[in-house]
């Protein structure tokens, strides 16, 4: 499949690449730099399990986030109809990446679809999924801000910015294959046109953020036997966009990922394997009101063995939510619940497997003031719990009752 995608993709690249040469005669303005971005600011009062040993303990109870994004963007349509552009977005906050930019991208497009080479999101990405939204940087699948202690559940943030300033990638949402260290990969894409409703994106990373040993190495070459890394990711997925039966309006769309293990770890319990990764979700709308949820499947490519070398748990992790939102006017409300299992072995041995949940509950609502700004509340309910020892327990388990107010100004 890797090759029959590169060859494709080369094929559209000698498309495109002809198309730019009779753009060259015809035209020699380049592309223009243009900014834009978000900034979103709330501030959050959290009342969570903090006594001895509680993830909460020692924890103010009220605290002002922010999290944003500069986008730089180029683009430019030309007279024949091919359309390049660049896009790069560095983000701005406590809980920023390291990196200066986490997308770095171009992109070609025209009648023939569009490809996308560098830093980018896959299509498994764009294409998942999950409740609708209010606010997506709070009760999305993919949110900025988790305001509550984690402690010792397996079923981390991933948030940008938290109480404890921790991001880890097993995360509150369903970012679970596309955050193992791919999400922002050197990789090629390509998306098909949208005809009557359908399209679908295919892509292929041979490395997860070019690292060798942790160490960052853009310009080189990486090593292809790194023990327990998984590489050459290929994913691909669908959706479908229309309406029928008198206004009512369907989204549907899943995909599939699926990276190979460079090597095993030896001399260890904790067996690492090639990763797979699948997600289907659907939206309803009617008369304002929409009605969706999704589910994701992530093997996380490992599985943990006893000394006899029998399987007690594959460290597997599966999320589902669902929710309903209602606009009317520059109002909008919503609901949404959403539940995350994943499998972890906390004893010697690994003899005693158990499963780490996460459960949230947000009630939310926004209102827009002008075009491009914001302002919305939440209520949250957030419940971690693991099925272990009494000391990971009390280390692990918090219920947690979140308000936030904030605002969020496009630009």
Do not use: C
């Not at 922002?184 to 679908?200: L, M, V």
């Not at 309406?243 to 460079?262: C, Q």
């Amino acid at each position: 499949m890797k090759k029959l995608l590169l060859a494709s993709v080369a094929s559209l690249a000698l498309v495109a690449f002809a198309t730019g040469q009779a753009v060259a005669a015809e035209s020699n303005d380049g592309l223009k730099l243009g900014l834009g971005g978000y900034h979103s600011v709330h501030g959050a009062w959290t009342s969570q399990d903090d006594g001895v040993g509680q993830p909460g303990a020692g924890v103010r109870d009220f605290d002002i986030f922010s999290y944003g994004e500069i986008n730089f963007t180029a683009e430019k349509t030309f007279d024949n109809g091919l359309t390049v552009g660049y896009k790069a977005v560095t983000p701005v906050g406590a809980g920023a990446a390291t990196d200066n930019f986490n997308e770095n991208f171009a992109y070609f497009s025209g009648y023939w679809g569009r490809i996308v080479a560098g830093q980018d999101y896959s299509p498994l990405y764009y294409m998942t999924m999950g409740a609708p939204v209010v606010d997506a940087g709070l009760d999305g699948i993919d949110p900025d801000f988790d305001f509550v202690n984690i402690g010792a559940s397996v079923i981390t943030d991933g948030a940008a910015v938290t109480t404890t300033g921790t991001g880890n990638y097993n995360t509150i949402g369903f970012r679970t294959f596309e955050r193992t260290g791919g999400d922002f990969s050197d990789k090629i894409a390509y998306y098909t046109p949208r005809f009557n409703g359908f399209q679908a994106g295919v892509s292929y990373a041979p490395e997860f953020n070019r690292t060798n040993g942790g160490v960052k190495t853009a310009f080189a070459p990486v090593a292809d036997n790194t023990a327990g890394e998984q590489s050459e990711r290929m994913e691909i997925a669908a959706n479908y966009e229309g309406s029928f039966w008198n206004g009512v309006g369907l989204k549907v769309g899943g995909g599939y990922g699926h990276a190979n293990l460079e090597a095993p770890i030896n001399g260890t319990n904790t067996n690492y394997d090639d990763q797979s990764a699948w997600n289907a979700g659907a939206h309803f709308s009617y008369l304002g009101w929409t009605f969706g949820g999704g589910y994701i499947f992530d093997d996380n490519g490992r599985e943990f063995r006893n000394a006899a070398g029998t399987v007690t748990a594959d460290g597997e992790t599966d999320a589902w939510n669902a929710g309903v939102t209602y606009d009317w006017g520059p109002w909008r409300a919503g609901v949404s619940y959403l539940n995350k299992q994943t499998d972890v072995v906390r004893t010697s041995g690994n003899t005693v497997a158990s499963e780490d949940e996460f459960e949230r509950w947000v009630v939310a609502g926004a209102y827009k003031v002008a075009p491009g700004v914001d302002l919305g509340a939440t209520l949250q309910f957030h419940d971690y719990s693991t099925a272990a020892n009494t000391t990971v327990n009390a280390a692990g388990n918090n219920n947690a009752t979140v308000f936030t107010v904030g605002t969020t100004v496009n630009f």
